[in-house]
């Protein structure tokens, strides 16, 4: 079994079950229709933890309920939460992690999955009229983009990451597929490929629309497959970036984007169980205040944590500190 891809394994077992499956209903008959659709429903969507949890290519976190901890509970009812022990693929916590949301500014994690995927990080992007930070509301994010400007992949990605620019964002989906819906659609299958199959995107920055959507398990699965990339684990373990921007005349100017995640930036101390050592932040109304984030503890294991749907910044990371802290009662 171990000379075999396990990825084509899980593509071939599923496919296989599920023939053998609808073979057997077509004995059912006609009048069962509407039993077949929700057989052929149930042979899609819940063969496929399982499938997840015994066949993929690495051990992965599993859970179908939730998973409390004595040493912690969320502060608000409404809150998603997850912990996960990489080391040990184990769920350490798990409040609603299977219910859907909406991702906000965590979408940029697949955005920056995608760009890794198919961009090389020392080529120079244009930025668009559709880019430029002009083209966006004063209260949504941006790194400063002007219109005409050149910068490299490399540090737009930087922007992306660190600053969460929705500007940086719709340069890189341009530069890459040539508009924001075909680039959407390569975050749509790369979600397939890494089992995200909850998740959907239709543009690349999480600013809302309600056909964008997650769950909280999705994010880790994302995330998981994120930090895999030696250029994203570079870019979430830095506070500061200089991005640098060339116009049309040659002049060449710099943007500053600073984390915005309150552990990289100081603005919140460190957990005492384990280092934060960087993560994605977002923020809308409608998804709350948001963090992923990756730690290491004093032995050097790895955990995600990642907390959806706060109230405010003041509640997402007091309850963030307490639960990476909840690791040392382990």
């Keep these: 079994m171990r000379c075999i891809n396990k990825k084509y394994f899980v593509l071939f077992v599923s496919i296989l079950l599920t023939s053998s499956f609808l073979y057997a209903c077509d004995f059912l008959g006609a009048n069962q229709s509407e039993d077949l659709g929700i057989a052929k429903y149930e042979a899609n969507n819940y063969t496929q933890l399982f499938y997840r949890a015994s066949l993929s290519a690495e051990p992965l ?7 409390t901890r004595t040493s912690f509970a969320p502060s608000e009812a409404l809150m998603r939460v997850g912990l996960f022990d990489l080391a040990n693929a184990e769920v350490l916590y798990a409040k609603d992690i299977h219910q859907s949301l909406y991702p906000a500014s965590t979408t940029k994690v697949m955005t920056a999955l995608v760009a890794l ?17 002009a083209n966006f509301h004063a209260n949504e994010q941006v790194s400063g983009l002007r219109e005409g400007e050149q910068v490299s992949l490399r ?27 075909s680039f959407s659609e390569l975050m749509n299958q790369k979600a397939k490929e890494i089992f995200a199959t909850h998740t ?7 600013l809302h629309d309600d056909d964008q959507y997650t769950t909280l398990y999705d994010l880790y699965l994302i995330f998981n497959e994120a930090i895999k990339n030696e250029t994203f684990m570079d870019i979430i373990a830095q506070s500061t970036y200089m991005m640098t921007l060339t116009d049309a005349n040659g002049n ?12 990289s930036s100081g603005q919140v101390g460190q957990p005492s169980a384990a280092m934060v050592i960087g993560g994605k932040t977002g923020t809308t109304r409608e998804a ?40 040392a009662t382990l």
């Excluded at 964002?169 to 597929?177: F, G, K, L, W, Y």
């Excluded at 405010?312 to 500190?321: A, E, F, H, I, P």
């Design 252 to 263: 060449t100017r710099e943007i500053k984007s600073d984390a915005t995640n309150h552990y």
């Design 117 to 133: 995927d198919y961009g090389n990080l020392e080529e120079m992007v244009t930025i668009s009229s559709n880019a430029a930070a």
């Design 61 to 67: 976190c599993v859970t179908s309920e939730d998973v």
């Design 200 to 206: 959907r995107y239709v543009n690349p920055h999480g």
């Design 288 to 327: 709350g205040s948001c963090v992923i984030l990756y730690a290491r503890d004093a032995a050097n294991n790895p955990y995600i944590s990642i907390i959806m749907n706060a109230s405010s910044r003041g509640v997402l990371y007091n309850d963030m500190t307490n639960l990476i802290n909840s690791i």
């Design 155 to 181: 540090d737009l990605l930087h922007g992306l990451i660190l600053h969460s620019g929705n500007d940086t964002s719709v340069a890189i989906a341009e530069h890459i597929s040539g508009d924001v819906s």
